[in-house]
């Protein structure tokens, strides 16, 4: 950038320097234009949603289970943690090589063994099916744009997370960042990885075990206001970005557990965290 400066108009460093610059900028006022009007829309919807609740015509609740078949939900997301945590280090620390996709085929078995968990310790497929979310809903174009509306209608909730996490920032000095941030910076099979990180896995993986599994586990002990706070506050600590982060990041957990709770079923928030991940891999893409 100082070699940058100090050329004259028609340097190709100031040149390159200058395009990126603009390209961001005008990213940057594209994207808060429109988040500010998604944010506006969205705190209509969720007003609406308030009143509909309040006059009994959005109904808010989950598949009944008492405390034994709570616990045992716990258990598979237990069961899934600990070997997320602990089986792909194990797998890459093997004395003999192995495929990088290894790694990748342990946390799928791990999520596998979370999801089988409850049906291993006696659980009944219907109740599993329901207790986890596992079905249709009212069809999966209705429950995908209902997540699309919820996440909208949550956008209030996640300034405010957004706005605490400033505040913690201050504090701390510590700035909230995602390692999947550097991998934009790579080749596009990188970046097409990282995307499809993103997007499908961590959508349909994160909403197995947390609203699938988690969420209505703690309910059925605590209650589903109890429940989703403990539940959003542990996804928020697992993700790498820090402390920093954890306030906006358990304003979406709360966003996908009450869609959980509006619609029963994965589909709606397993489409709202897809929609949220995507448009921040498509802000990442422009900016890099």
Not at 206 to 212: A, P, V, W
């Amino acid at each position: 950038m100082a070699r940058a400066q100090a050329g004259g108009s028609r340097d190709p460093a100031r040149q390159e320097i200058v395009r990126q610059a603009i390209g961001t900028t005008l990213v940057l006022i594209g994207g808060t234009s429109l988040g500010m009007l998604a944010a506006v829309g969205g705190l209509v919807l969720m007003i609406l949603a308030i009143v509909r609740w309040r006059n009994g015509r959005l109904r808010m609740t989950l598949e009944r289970n008492d405390g034994g078949q709570g616990g045992v939900l716990v258990e598979g997301f237990a069961i899934y943690l600990v070997l997320f945590l602990f089986l792909p280090p194990l797998v890459r620390a093997l004395p003999f090589p192995l495929p990088r996709w290894a790694a990748y085929l342990a946390a799928v078995v791990a999520l596998l063994v979370g999801m089988c968990w409850p049906l291993l310790r006696g659980m009944h497929w219907k109740c599993w099916r329901e207790s986890m979310g596992l079905h249709g809903g009212q069809g999966l174009l209705r429950e995908m744009g209902a997540g699309i509306l919820g996440w909208l209608a949550a956008l209030p909730l996640i300034v405010l997370g957004m706005v605490a996490a400033s505040w913690i920032t201050k504090l701390t000095g510590q700035f909230p960042a995602h390692p999947i941030v550097e991998v934009f910076a790579g080749d596009g099979w990188a970046k097409f990885g990282a995307v499809m990180l993103a997007v499908v896995w961590a959508p349909v993986s994160e909403e197995l075990m947390f609203r699938g599994l988690l969420f209505p586990g703690l309910s059925a002990w605590l209650r589903w206001v109890p429940g989703m706070l403990v539940s959003a506050f542990v996804f928020a600590v697992i993700h790498p970005q820090g402390w920093a982060g954890v306030p906006a990041i358990m304003a979406l957990a709360a966003a996908f557990s009450l869609l959980r709770l509006w619609r029963r079923s994965l589909v709606a928030p397993m489409t709202a965290h897809a929609l949220n991940n995507g448009l921040m891999c498509a802000v990442m893409l422009l900016l890099w």
